[in-house]
């Protein structure tokens, strides 16, 4: 078997209802690993700190840049996001799917380093699905909102760099979409080098 | 919605199971249209014209490739078997995913003719597995079975022009594995050139 990782990168606007798909793919796949990034952001309530991300301050992250630790990072709003990178390599190195949910800016990164990663855009059905999807989330101020639509409109720009879009309408079709992107990656051809002398052997 | 259809290639050696994975990839999806082959083999035990294939005779098919209404053929053994253009073409102008089962000499064809489209090996876990299913079938001739093993052994070298690769040991896992390749075929950025637009229409 080829055992060389898989890395998946994993972005869509807030409100796109990407964090519950993901936690639904988890649940029934064993062999992912997710990988949990960093921010300056405050956390919402629930969040755990190393579960949900790693909550640092922003002399911290920015400590981190210039060491050279951080796979990518970006600037989001008024607070910085990024994912560490030796974890990953290692993860990688070991043959592990390894998922990346990372903002949209910090995909293009992602894609420079490791050209054979595979991307995928969630997005919501239409912008005023995701409107009333972030009132009802109820914890953002009005400007708040107004400034996440007019990031995700941008954002949504993006599509056109990925290699899938899951629309998240109905969460069991995204989940089952998203599995069967992972699934299919893993069959390719070029991801199973030695194949050909695999299923020759026993002659 | 992109309303382009997708053409699926799909060949493995004799004795890969590649019509029973087919058939059962045909009862879960409502969305799929089996082309059928033109052949001049005789039918086995069991097998129904216009159903598993067009049986016709050596003269028929010879015309019909004269006529240009081939999309491809192959002579295979001492037999033709090839796919009537019309309704394929057809089918995919209507949006449909058209599945077509064709030989490997067949399958390198069809890729300069649809540079879109999707292709998928079959392939038994190993040669031994292999030929222990021939002699299974009880069908064939000691002659036939050693001539249907190195074709499989050549066959196998073509792997590599694929784009996916299924080992079909446990049957509903290459069913799920069929089913996950189209899906996730169909999600890809690159056949929803409207994808943008629908996103971001209703603002």
Not at 17 to 42: A, C, F, H, N, P
Request: proline share 3%.
């Amino acid at each position: 078997m080829n055992n060389d990782g898989m890395l998946v990168v994993l972005s869509g606007p807030s409100g796109s209802g990407k964090d519950t798909v993901l936690s639904e793919v988890y649940k029934t796949s064993d062999d992912l690993v997710q990988s949990i990034s960093m921010t300056t952001r405050s956390p919402r309530d629930g969040e755990v700190d190393g579960v949900d991300y790693y909550f640092v301050s922003e002399e911290y992250f920015l400590n981190a840049i210039d060491d050279g630790r951080m796979l990518e990072y970006a600037k989001y709003g008024t607070n910085y996001y990024g994912t560490p990178k030796e974890p990953v390599d290692n993860w990688l190195r070991s043959g592990k799917t390894v998922i990346l949910k990372i903002e949209v800016q910090g995909a293009e990164n992602i894609k420079k380093l490791y050209s054979d990663c595979v991307s995928i855009f969630i997005t919501p059905p239409s912008l005023s699905v995701l409107e009333k999807r972030l009132r009802l989330r109820g914890t953002e101020q009005e400007e708040d909102i107004v400034r996440r639509l007019n990031t995700a409109c941008d954002e949504l720009q993006k599509i056109k760099y990925y290699d899938y879009v899951v629309i998240n309408d109905a969460l069991v079709n995204a989940v089952e979409e998203v599995k069967s992107i992972i699934l299919a990656e893993k069959l390719k051809v070029s991801r199973r080098k030695n194949i050909i002398s695999e299923v020759t052997k026993n002659v």
